[in-house]
């Protein structure tokens, strides 16, 4: 069974740059029929595509967040990472992996991780 | 962007009741369409995609419909599981979208 892990740093100041990785299990991040996103989620309010990636390496970002993210993937280590950069308070949010199947529809998603960001 | 609203914003429902969400697309998306599922601390689950096409291991008393802008979630019979919020997903054209959800709670 597919499984999803997200793992980062909680907490982050402002101006600073988040990293996150995706660890994959269960399956192979080289899979054909699949993208690897991330989607984030401010304290009770609603979900925000940031991006995601094809194994091949091709990306695609969310205009509102593009000069400011980054995403890659390391096949050998079956990982995606996103790096967000020039943080402020309103990048506080749960942060998910999630895999995309199809037509870019999200059927499995990691646990999330809180990420605030705070001086 | 494409633009997704949902309505209502939130709904109470009985178990047992008949419960439809509705979602708008700023422009045509054709059936391009997710519906998905969160509880409160949890990621959220996909029910629907292709707007009619119910997920593996989803149970069918959920259902969708729709086409060009305005697209239906359907709960035949709400269960006390099915408390939750519901989102819906574009992915006509990027950047991909989604609504900004409908809490069902309990009457």
């Known amino acids: 069974q597919l499984q999803l892990q997200e793992s980062g740093p909680g907490l982050m100041k402002p101006s600073e740059t988040l990293s996150l990785i995706c660890s994959v299990s269960g399956g192979s991040i080289s899979s054909s029929s699949h993208y690897w996103g991330w989607i984030r989620q401010p304290p009770g309010k609603g979900l925000e595509w940031i991006g995601h990636?094809?194994?091949?390496?091709?990306?695609y970002y969310s205009p509102s967040l593009k000069s400011r993210s980054s995403i890659s993937v390391d096949t050998s280590k079956n990982q995606f990472s996103l790096k967000l950069s020039s943080l402020t308070a309103a990048d506080t949010a749960v942060y998910y992996c999630?895999?995309?199947?199809?037509?870019?529809?999200?059927?499995?998603w990691g646990l999330g991780t809180l990420v605030t960001v705070s001086s | 962007d494409i633009q997704m609203t949902q309505s209502p914003a939130s709904v109470s429902a009985s178990v047992g009741d008949r419960v439809t969400i509705t979602c708008q697309a700023s422009q045509g998306i054709i059936n391009w369409l997710a519906w998905y599922q969160q509880k409160p601390g949890k990621a959220p689950k996909l029910l629907i995609y292709?707007?009619?096409s119910l997920q593996s291991g989803v149970p069918s008393r959920f259902s969708g419909s729709g086409s060009g802008t305005d697209f239906t979630l359907t709960i035949s019979s709400l269960q006390p599981e099915d408390f939750a919020t519901y989102y819906c997903q574009q992915t006509s054209s990027f950047p991909l979208t989604f609504g900004g959800g409908t809490k069902v709670d309990i009457k």
């Open positions: 990636i094809y194994h091949s390496g091709s990306t």
């Open positions: 292709a707007a009619s």
């Open positions: 999630a895999r995309a199947q199809g037509r870019y529809y999200f059927d499995s």
